[in-house]
Protein backbone atom coordinates (compact mmCIF):
# COMPACT_ATOMS: atom_id res chain seq x y z
CA UNK A 1 0.00 0.00 0.00
CA UNK A 2 1.70 3.16 -0.65
CA UNK A 3 1.97 6.27 1.62
CA UNK A 4 -0.62 8.58 1.67
CA UNK A 5 -0.70 12.81 0.86
CA UNK A 6 1.20 12.76 3.88
CA UNK A 7 3.76 10.49 3.09
CA UNK A 8 2.72 7.92 5.81
CA UNK A 9 3.03 4.67 5.15
CA UNK A 10 0.24 2.17 5.84
CA UNK A 11 1.45 -2.09 5.66
CA UNK A 12 -1.50 -4.06 3.60
CA UNK A 13 -4.70 -5.28 5.47
CA UNK A 14 -4.09 -8.77 7.00
CA UNK A 15 -0.42 -8.64 7.57
CA UNK A 16 -0.34 -8.07 10.71
CA UNK A 17 1.24 -11.63 12.67
CA UNK A 18 -0.42 -13.29 15.66
CA UNK A 19 1.39 -15.06 18.61
CA UNK A 20 1.52 -18.96 18.20
CA UNK A 21 0.44 -18.88 14.53
CA UNK A 22 2.41 -20.30 11.64
CA UNK A 23 2.96 -17.59 9.44
CA UNK A 24 0.88 -18.12 5.67
CA UNK A 25 3.29 -16.96 2.81
CA UNK A 26 0.58 -14.90 0.73
CA UNK A 27 -0.08 -12.18 3.58
CA UNK A 28 3.60 -12.21 4.51
CA UNK A 29 4.83 -12.24 0.90
CA UNK A 30 2.42 -9.34 0.12
CA UNK A 31 4.25 -7.95 3.17
CA UNK A 32 7.43 -8.08 1.96
CA UNK A 33 6.56 -7.20 -1.55
CA UNK A 34 5.06 -3.82 -0.45
CA UNK A 35 7.81 -2.54 1.54
CA UNK A 36 10.11 -3.34 -1.33
CA UNK A 37 8.52 -1.10 -3.37
CA UNK A 38 8.00 1.49 -1.11
CA UNK A 39 12.01 1.44 -0.46
CA UNK A 40 12.57 1.54 -4.47
CA UNK A 41 10.13 4.99 -4.31
CA UNK A 42 12.22 6.41 -1.48
CA UNK A 43 15.01 8.99 -2.50
CA UNK A 44 18.43 7.26 -1.82
CA UNK A 45 20.63 9.68 0.16
CA UNK A 46 23.80 8.70 -1.54
CA UNK A 47 22.71 10.32 -4.54
CA UNK A 48 22.34 7.64 -6.85
CA UNK A 49 19.14 7.56 -8.14
CA UNK A 50 16.56 10.89 -8.93
CA UNK A 51 13.53 11.90 -8.49
CA UNK A 52 10.50 10.77 -10.87
CA UNK A 53 7.84 13.23 -9.68
CA UNK A 54 8.49 16.90 -9.00
CA UNK A 55 10.02 17.35 -4.60
CA UNK A 56 7.37 18.99 -2.68
CA UNK A 57 9.46 21.32 -0.08
CA UNK A 58 7.25 23.28 2.73
CA UNK A 59 6.87 26.52 2.39
CA UNK A 60 9.85 27.46 5.27
CA UNK A 61 10.34 31.35 5.81
CA UNK A 62 13.43 34.10 5.73
CA UNK A 63 14.62 32.99 9.56
CA UNK A 64 14.08 29.15 8.67
CA UNK A 65 14.13 28.50 4.75
CA UNK A 66 12.77 24.89 3.70
CA UNK A 67 15.47 24.01 1.08
CA UNK A 68 18.77 24.31 3.27
CA UNK A 69 21.98 22.43 4.36
CA UNK A 70 23.38 20.03 7.00
CA UNK A 71 25.24 22.53 8.31
CA UNK A 72 24.12 26.13 7.53
CA UNK A 73 20.48 25.59 8.34
CA UNK A 74 19.22 29.53 7.97
CA UNK A 75 20.90 29.33 4.36
CA UNK A 76 18.84 28.15 1.50
CA UNK A 77 15.20 28.35 0.04
CA UNK A 78 11.76 29.61 1.14
CA UNK A 79 8.66 30.22 -0.73
CA UNK A 80 7.92 33.83 0.01
CA UNK A 81 4.64 34.06 -2.03
CA UNK A 82 2.53 31.88 -4.58
CA UNK A 83 4.83 32.98 -7.17
CA UNK A 84 7.83 34.31 -5.86
CA UNK A 85 11.07 32.43 -4.03
CA UNK A 86 13.34 34.21 -1.67
CA UNK A 87 17.46 33.01 -1.49
CA UNK A 88 18.59 33.55 2.22
CA UNK A 89 22.08 33.60 3.43
CA UNK A 90 22.61 33.45 7.62
CA UNK A 91 18.64 34.22 7.93
CA UNK A 92 18.61 37.40 5.82
CA UNK A 93 16.93 37.22 2.60
CA UNK A 94 19.54 38.46 -0.27
CA UNK A 95 17.39 37.65 -3.28
CA UNK A 96 14.29 36.69 -4.90
CA UNK A 97 13.43 34.66 -7.79
CA UNK A 98 9.99 35.31 -9.82
CA UNK A 99 8.46 35.88 -13.18
CA UNK A 100 10.59 39.53 -13.50
CA UNK A 101 14.05 37.02 -13.43
CA UNK A 102 16.56 37.39 -10.38
CA UNK A 103 15.89 40.37 -8.41
CA UNK A 104 19.32 41.17 -5.77
CA UNK A 105 17.01 43.27 -3.37
CA UNK A 106 14.06 45.69 -3.59
CA UNK A 107 14.07 49.32 -5.08
CA UNK A 108 12.47 52.41 -3.51
CA UNK A 109 12.44 55.98 -3.23
CA UNK A 110 12.12 57.86 0.18
CA UNK A 111 12.52 61.28 0.61
CA UNK A 112 12.73 61.09 4.78
CA UNK A 113 15.40 59.81 7.23
CA UNK A 114 15.53 55.82 7.58
CA UNK A 115 16.75 53.38 8.96
CA UNK A 116 17.68 50.14 7.03
CA UNK A 117 16.80 46.63 9.10
CA UNK A 118 18.24 43.16 8.54
CA UNK A 119 15.27 42.91 5.42
CA UNK A 120 16.79 45.38 3.77
CA UNK A 121 19.53 43.80 2.95
CA UNK A 122 20.61 44.04 -0.83
CA UNK A 123 17.71 46.77 -1.17
CA UNK A 124 18.74 49.82 -3.03
CA UNK A 125 17.02 52.97 -2.16
CA UNK A 126 17.01 56.28 -3.94
CA UNK A 127 16.49 59.91 -1.57
CA UNK A 128 15.22 62.71 -2.91
CA UNK A 129 15.45 65.11 -0.08
CA UNK A 130 18.46 65.92 1.95
CA UNK A 131 17.99 63.38 4.48
CA UNK A 132 19.85 61.06 7.08
CA UNK A 133 20.24 56.86 6.91
CA UNK A 134 20.63 55.80 10.36
CA UNK A 135 21.86 51.90 10.43
CA UNK A 136 20.68 48.97 12.52
CA UNK A 137 23.70 47.79 14.44
CA UNK A 138 26.34 45.87 12.18
CA UNK A 139 25.79 43.06 14.83
CA UNK A 140 22.19 42.78 13.67
CA UNK A 141 22.61 42.90 10.18
CA UNK A 142 25.46 40.63 10.21
CA UNK A 143 27.96 39.54 7.86
CA UNK A 144 27.89 40.67 4.23
CA UNK A 145 24.36 42.46 4.67
CA UNK A 146 24.60 44.25 1.84
CA UNK A 147 22.51 47.86 0.75
CA UNK A 148 22.61 50.76 -1.59
CA UNK A 149 22.09 53.98 -1.47
CA UNK A 150 21.29 57.00 -4.57
CA UNK A 151 21.37 60.63 -3.38
CA UNK A 152 19.19 61.30 -6.65
CA UNK A 153 18.23 65.15 -5.58
CA UNK A 154 20.09 65.96 -2.35
CA UNK A 155 22.81 65.27 -0.20
CA UNK A 156 22.08 62.13 2.29
CA UNK A 157 24.75 61.29 5.45
CA UNK A 158 25.17 57.94 6.05
CA UNK A 159 25.51 57.15 9.95
CA UNK A 160 26.55 54.10 11.56
CA UNK A 161 25.04 53.04 14.57
CA UNK A 162 26.46 54.37 17.78
CA UNK A 163 30.49 54.71 17.84
CA UNK A 164 30.44 52.17 14.76
CA UNK A 165 32.00 53.59 11.51
CA UNK A 166 31.61 53.53 7.69
CA UNK A 167 34.86 53.30 5.86
CA UNK A 168 37.07 53.85 9.03
CA UNK A 169 34.66 57.39 9.90
CA UNK A 170 32.25 58.15 11.82
CA UNK A 171 29.91 59.07 9.26
CA UNK A 172 29.77 59.13 5.86
CA UNK A 173 28.15 62.04 3.73
CA UNK A 174 26.92 61.65 -0.53
CA UNK A 175 26.28 64.24 -2.76
CA UNK A 176 23.66 64.82 -5.19
CA UNK A 177 24.65 62.65 -7.93
CA UNK A 178 26.78 60.11 -5.42
CA UNK A 179 25.66 56.49 -4.97
CA UNK A 180 27.28 54.01 -2.20
CA UNK A 181 27.16 50.22 -2.74
CA UNK A 182 27.51 49.47 1.45
CA UNK A 183 28.79 46.38 3.03
CA UNK A 184 28.51 44.98 6.44
CA UNK A 185 31.46 43.22 8.33
CA UNK A 186 29.41 42.32 11.07
CA UNK A 187 31.16 44.93 13.59
CA UNK A 188 31.06 48.11 10.98
CA UNK A 189 30.43 49.37 7.50
CA UNK A 190 32.17 50.23 4.15
CA UNK A 191 31.07 51.66 1.03
CA UNK A 192 32.33 52.23 -2.59
CA UNK A 193 31.10 55.89 -3.53
CA UNK A 194 30.60 56.46 -7.09
CA UNK A 195 30.20 59.79 -9.03
CA UNK A 196 26.87 61.01 -11.12
CA UNK A 197 28.90 61.41 -15.25
CA UNK A 198 26.71 64.36 -15.38
CA UNK A 199 28.84 67.62 -16.06
CA UNK A 200 30.23 70.51 -13.41
CA UNK A 201 27.27 73.11 -13.34
CA UNK A 202 26.51 76.33 -11.48
CA UNK A 203 22.81 77.43 -11.12
CA UNK A 204 22.15 80.97 -9.06
CA UNK A 205 24.51 82.03 -6.66
CA UNK A 206 24.19 85.62 -7.68
CA UNK A 207 26.29 88.01 -5.96
CA UNK A 208 25.78 91.50 -4.32
CA UNK A 209 27.89 94.33 -3.74
CA UNK A 210 26.40 95.45 -0.48
CA UNK A 211 29.39 97.36 0.56
CA UNK A 212 32.86 98.62 -0.54
CA UNK A 213 34.30 95.24 1.79
CA UNK A 214 31.29 93.23 1.48
CA UNK A 215 29.57 90.69 -1.17
CA UNK A 216 26.33 88.64 -0.08
CA UNK A 217 25.94 85.33 -2.05
CA UNK A 218 22.26 84.31 -3.22
CA UNK A 219 20.68 81.37 -2.85
CA UNK A 220 21.84 78.49 -5.31
CA UNK A 221 23.86 75.42 -6.07
CA UNK A 222 27.28 74.15 -7.69
CA UNK A 223 28.08 70.84 -8.80
CA UNK A 224 32.40 71.03 -9.30
CA UNK A 225 35.14 69.05 -8.75
CA UNK A 226 33.06 65.86 -7.61
CA UNK A 227 31.07 67.58 -5.17
CA UNK A 228 27.74 69.08 -4.74
CA UNK A 229 26.35 72.23 -2.23
CA UNK A 230 23.21 74.16 -2.14
CA UNK A 231 22.41 77.59 -0.51
CA UNK A 232 19.47 77.78 1.12
CA UNK A 233 19.66 81.42 1.98
CA UNK A 234 21.34 84.54 1.87
CA UNK A 235 24.92 84.68 2.99
CA UNK A 236 27.40 87.97 3.36
CA UNK A 237 30.81 88.10 3.85
CA UNK A 238 33.69 90.50 4.29
CA UNK A 239 36.37 90.85 2.38
CA UNK A 240 38.67 92.07 5.07
CA UNK A 241 38.24 89.77 7.75
CA UNK A 242 39.80 86.32 8.03
CA UNK A 243 37.28 83.76 7.40
CA UNK A 244 34.27 82.64 10.03
CA UNK A 245 31.57 79.81 9.14
CA UNK A 246 27.95 81.51 8.48
CA UNK A 247 26.58 84.70 7.70
CA UNK A 248 27.36 88.30 8.23
CA UNK A 249 30.78 87.27 9.05
CA UNK A 250 34.81 87.30 7.62
CA UNK A 251 35.32 85.79 4.38
CA UNK A 252 38.74 85.81 3.85
CA UNK A 253 40.81 82.68 3.25
CA UNK A 254 43.06 82.32 6.47
CA UNK A 255 46.76 82.77 5.61
CA UNK A 256 46.31 84.97 2.60
CA UNK A 257 47.83 88.54 2.65
CA UNK A 258 46.18 91.71 3.66
CA UNK A 259 43.79 92.83 1.14
CA UNK A 260 45.18 94.67 -1.64
CA UNK A 261 44.38 97.62 -4.60
CA UNK A 262 44.21 96.10 -7.90
CA UNK A 263 43.85 92.23 -7.12
CA UNK A 264 41.14 90.08 -8.03
CA UNK A 265 39.60 88.11 -5.03
CA UNK A 266 38.25 84.71 -6.49
CA UNK A 267 34.70 83.25 -4.63
CA UNK A 268 34.98 79.57 -3.81
CA UNK A 269 32.18 78.00 -2.84
CA UNK A 270 32.83 75.14 0.66
CA UNK A 271 30.21 72.19 1.71
CA UNK A 272 30.86 71.28 5.35
CA UNK A 273 31.29 67.43 5.38
CA UNK A 274 29.18 66.26 8.83
CA UNK A 275 25.92 67.79 6.96
CA UNK A 276 26.38 69.12 3.36
CA UNK A 277 25.70 72.82 4.34
CA UNK A 278 26.74 75.93 2.04
CA UNK A 279 29.51 78.11 2.98
CA UNK A 280 31.98 80.45 0.69
CA UNK A 281 35.15 82.47 1.10
CA UNK A 282 37.46 84.94 -0.81
CA UNK A 283 40.87 83.67 -2.33
CA UNK A 284 43.74 85.49 -4.35
CA UNK A 285 44.24 81.98 -5.79
CA UNK A 286 42.00 80.34 -8.25
CA UNK A 287 42.33 76.57 -6.08
CA UNK A 288 42.24 77.92 -2.34
CA UNK A 289 45.46 76.26 -0.48
CA UNK A 290 43.73 76.64 3.16
CA UNK A 291 40.39 75.11 3.38
CA UNK A 292 38.75 75.48 6.57
CA UNK A 293 38.54 72.36 8.85
CA UNK A 294 35.76 69.96 8.36
CA UNK A 295 35.47 71.41 4.90
CA UNK A 296 35.82 70.78 1.46
CA UNK A 297 35.95 72.79 -1.71
CA UNK A 298 33.39 72.21 -4.42
CA UNK A 299 34.25 75.01 -6.84
CA UNK A 300 34.43 79.18 -7.65
CA UNK A 301 31.61 80.81 -8.80
CA UNK A 302 32.51 84.44 -9.39
CA UNK A 303 35.21 86.72 -8.62
CA UNK A 304 35.73 90.66 -8.12
CA UNK A 305 38.23 93.23 -8.21
CA UNK A 306 39.30 95.81 -5.59
CA UNK A 307 40.50 99.41 -6.34
CA UNK A 308 40.95 102.49 -4.34
CA UNK A 309 40.52 101.95 -0.44
CA UNK A 310 41.36 98.57 -0.98
CA UNK A 311 37.28 98.58 -1.85
CA UNK A 312 35.69 95.94 -4.11
CA UNK A 313 34.83 97.79 -7.54
CA UNK A 314 30.87 98.39 -8.42
CA UNK A 315 29.05 96.15 -10.62
CA UNK A 316 26.14 94.44 -11.11
CA UNK A 317 26.00 90.50 -11.93
CA UNK A 318 22.99 88.93 -14.39
CA UNK A 319 24.18 85.34 -14.83
CA UNK A 320 27.65 85.30 -15.63
CA UNK A 321 27.88 88.86 -16.91
CA UNK A 322 29.34 91.42 -14.77
CA UNK A 323 27.47 94.85 -15.90
CA UNK A 324 29.87 97.90 -14.80
CA UNK A 325 28.82 101.44 -16.54
CA UNK A 326 30.69 102.14 -19.74
CA UNK A 327 34.18 102.94 -18.53
CA UNK A 328 36.94 104.23 -20.77
CA UNK A 329 39.85 102.49 -21.39
CA UNK A 330 41.58 105.09 -23.83
CA UNK A 331 41.28 107.90 -25.99
CA UNK A 332 43.77 108.61 -28.59
CA UNK A 333 43.75 111.06 -32.10
CA UNK A 334 47.07 108.61 -33.41
CA UNK A 335 48.01 105.60 -34.69
CA UNK A 336 48.43 102.69 -32.23
CA UNK A 337 50.73 100.02 -33.21
CA UNK A 338 48.72 96.47 -33.10
CA UNK A 339 49.56 94.57 -30.00
CA UNK A 340 48.30 93.56 -26.61
CA UNK A 341 47.22 96.50 -23.70
CA UNK A 342 46.60 96.05 -20.44
CA UNK A 343 43.37 97.33 -19.38
CA UNK A 344 43.78 100.13 -16.85
CA UNK A 345 43.45 99.79 -12.61
CA UNK A 346 39.95 101.80 -13.35
CA UNK A 347 38.45 98.80 -14.82
CA UNK A 348 38.05 96.05 -12.76
CA UNK A 349 38.28 93.32 -15.14
CA UNK A 350 39.59 90.40 -13.52
CA UNK A 351 43.65 88.78 -14.03
CA UNK A 352 44.06 84.80 -13.74
CA UNK A 353 41.12 83.58 -15.81
CA UNK A 354 39.97 84.81 -19.46
CA UNK A 355 36.51 86.84 -19.90
CA UNK A 356 34.75 87.96 -22.65
CA UNK A 357 34.66 91.96 -22.87
CA UNK A 358 32.29 93.81 -23.94
CA UNK A 359 33.83 96.52 -26.04
CA UNK A 360 32.01 99.85 -27.29
CA UNK A 361 34.14 101.85 -29.60
CA UNK A 362 33.42 106.33 -30.38
CA UNK A 363 35.69 107.93 -33.58
CA UNK A 364 35.63 111.07 -34.91
CA UNK A 365 37.43 111.65 -38.44
CA UNK A 366 37.35 115.44 -39.04
CA UNK A 367 37.15 116.46 -42.77
CA UNK A 368 38.56 114.34 -44.97
CA UNK A 369 40.55 112.62 -42.59
CA UNK A 370 39.68 108.16 -41.55
CA UNK A 371 40.21 106.37 -39.17
CA UNK A 372 40.22 102.46 -38.33
CA UNK A 373 40.27 100.84 -34.97
CA UNK A 374 40.60 97.13 -34.24
CA UNK A 375 40.03 95.10 -30.73
CA UNK A 376 40.74 91.57 -31.09
CA UNK A 377 41.52 88.59 -28.16
CA UNK A 378 44.30 89.09 -26.30
CA UNK A 379 45.31 85.63 -26.13
CA UNK A 380 44.89 84.13 -29.00
CA UNK A 381 47.18 84.18 -32.67
CA UNK A 382 46.16 87.46 -35.07
CA UNK A 383 44.61 84.95 -37.34
CA UNK A 384 42.21 83.64 -35.88
CA UNK A 385 41.41 86.80 -33.11
CA UNK A 386 38.07 87.64 -32.35
CA UNK A 387 37.95 91.02 -33.05
CA UNK A 388 35.63 94.40 -32.85
CA UNK A 389 36.04 97.11 -35.29
CA UNK A 390 35.33 100.48 -36.38
CA UNK A 391 36.43 102.93 -39.02
CA UNK A 392 35.59 105.34 -41.45
CA UNK A 393 36.96 106.51 -44.75
CA UNK A 394 37.98 109.78 -45.59
CA UNK A 395 35.04 112.37 -46.86
CA UNK A 396 34.86 116.16 -47.40
CA UNK A 397 33.38 117.00 -43.68
CA UNK A 398 33.68 115.33 -40.10
CA UNK A 399 32.24 112.30 -39.70
CA UNK A 400 31.78 109.76 -36.57
CA UNK A 401 31.26 106.09 -36.69
CA UNK A 402 31.02 103.60 -33.85
CA UNK A 403 31.41 100.02 -33.45
CA UNK A 404 30.57 97.89 -30.33
CA UNK A 405 30.92 94.04 -29.86
CA UNK A 406 33.07 91.23 -27.49
CA UNK A 407 36.94 89.78 -27.34
CA UNK A 408 38.34 87.49 -25.27
CA UNK A 409 41.27 88.93 -22.66
CA UNK A 410 44.01 86.97 -21.66
CA UNK A 411 45.00 86.12 -17.90
CA UNK A 412 46.86 88.76 -17.44
CA UNK A 413 43.73 91.49 -18.55
CA UNK A 414 45.22 92.11 -21.77
CA UNK A 415 43.34 92.88 -24.93
CA UNK A 416 44.70 93.41 -28.84
CA UNK A 417 44.91 97.37 -30.31
CA UNK A 418 45.44 98.53 -33.19
CA UNK A 419 44.28 102.23 -33.99
CA UNK A 420 45.14 104.06 -37.38
CA UNK A 421 44.17 107.80 -38.40
CA UNK A 422 45.01 109.27 -41.43
CA UNK A 423 44.41 113.20 -41.05
CA UNK A 424 42.78 114.23 -37.58
CA UNK A 425 40.31 112.92 -34.98
CA UNK A 426 39.78 111.16 -31.93
CA UNK A 427 38.80 107.42 -31.07
CA UNK A 428 37.39 106.29 -27.64
CA UNK A 429 37.47 103.08 -26.22
CA UNK A 430 35.07 102.05 -23.44
CA UNK A 431 34.34 99.13 -21.68
CA UNK A 432 30.82 97.95 -20.53
CA UNK A 433 31.56 94.76 -18.89
CA UNK A 434 32.23 90.80 -19.35
CA UNK A 435 30.80 87.75 -19.34
CA UNK A 436 32.86 84.95 -17.18
CA UNK A 437 32.20 81.90 -19.58
CA UNK A 438 34.12 79.59 -18.06
CA UNK A 439 31.29 79.02 -15.24
CA UNK A 440 29.32 76.25 -16.81
CA UNK A 441 26.09 78.29 -15.39
CA UNK A 442 22.44 76.65 -16.41
CA UNK A 443 19.64 78.72 -16.04
Not at 421 to 442: A, C, H, K
Request: proline share 4%; aromatic share 10%.
Amino acid sequence: MPRNNSGVYSKPAGTTAVAGNLIDPVPWNSLTTDLGNEITNSLPRDGSAPMTAPLQASAGTALLPSLTFNTAATTGFYLKSASEIGIVSGAAEVATIGGYGLKLGAFASKSAAYTPVLADNNAIHRFTATTTVTFTAAATLGLNWRYTVIADNANVLLDPNGSETINGATTLLLYKGQSADIVCDGTGFYAVVTKESSPDYLKGLITVRTSGTRITVGTGEIRANGYFVQNLANIAKDINATWVAGNNAGGMETGRPAVVVNQTYFLHALTKLSDGSFDWLYSDLLTPSNIPTGYVWVGRFWSVYTLTGPAIATYTQVGNVCYVSGLAWFTTGGNVVGGNATLPATIPCPSGISVRVAVYIDGLANGSSSFGVDIGDGYSPVTVRQHVTAGIGGTTSSQQNSGAGSAYSNTARQLYVGVSFSGTGSVTVSINGWDDFTLNRVY
